[in-house]
């Protein structure tokens, strides 16, 4: 049951996921508050939420039945370890920049509607001291460094798997993210 469950949301995953891969580009390099910007930024905040649930489903499976999920391995506290828990870790992780990005851009104007209480578990600390729009970046390019990190480090295992744990692999989505973190908070304060 959990492995058939397993297969199934993994097929899921790697489709929602590879939509969020392609289409966080549009937005990234789109006129900002354009069509284009707006159109396939929620596309890929969406595709994100739903890869981010199915991550959720996939590391259960993982952290129930480790090594009937994951076949190549016969270490089961290893796989629960990178494969359940790292797993949980990303997909949580990756669901609370993409919903928080959404409302920074969804309430920018209404900063009370974000003070519900899930957000203000996930972001007082940043919601007392931000901006929406340098927020509303952070989030979502935040999203695209976690989808990118989880595909280059899970997917390698199966595509690659001598690339699996090289640590340029694991760094490079978080080196290019912050880089256009970097240079659109730039652009956004010297707007102002």
Same mark, same amino acid.
């Given at each position: 049951m959990a492995v058939t469950l397993f297969h199934q949301l993994?097929? $899921?995953?790697? &489709?929602?996921?590879? &939509?969020?891969?392609?289409?966080?580009? &549009?937005?990234?390099?789109s006129r900002k508050g354009g069509v284009n910007h707006k159109r396939w930024g929620k596309v890929f905040a969406y595709s994100m939420l739903l890869t981010g *649930?199915? %991550?959720?489903?996939? #590391?259960?499976?993982?952290? %129930? $039945?480790?090594?009937?999920?994951?076949?190549? #391995? +016969? +270490? $089961?506290?290893?796989?629960?370890?990178?494969?359940?828990?790292?797993? !949980?870790?990303?997909a949580i992780m990756t669901i609370m920049l993409a919903?928080?990005?959404? !409302?920074?851009i969804r309430n920018r104007r209404r900063h009370q509607r974000n003070r519900n209480? @899930?957000? @203000? &578990?996930?972001?007082?600390?940043?919601f007392a001291a931000a901006e929406w729009l340098i927020q509303h970046t952070r989030g979502l390019v935040g999203a695209g460094i976690s989808v990118y990190t989880a595909f280059l480090a899970? *997917? $390698?295992?199966?595509?690659?798997?001598a690339y699996a744990f090289n640590p340029f692999v694991w760094a490079a989505p978080t080196v290019l993210g912050v880089s256009l973190l970097l240079y659109h908070q730039?652009?956004?304060?010297?707007?102002?």
């Open positions: 993994v097929i $899921a995953h790697i &489709v929602t996921g590879s &939509v969020g891969l392609i289409c966080i580009w &549009v937005p990234i390099v *649930g199915l %991550a959720i489903g996939i #590391s259960l499976c993982t952290l %129930a $039945a480790p090594l009937e999920t994951h076949e190549f #391995s +016969d +270490d $089961a506290a290893f796989v629960r370890g990178i494969f359940g828990w790292m797993m !949980l870790y990303l919903w928080y990005g959404l !409302l920074c209480p @899930l957000n @203000l &578990v996930l972001q007082l600390a940043t899970f *997917g $390698a295992v199966n595509l690659l798997p730039f652009r956004i304060t010297a707007q102002r």
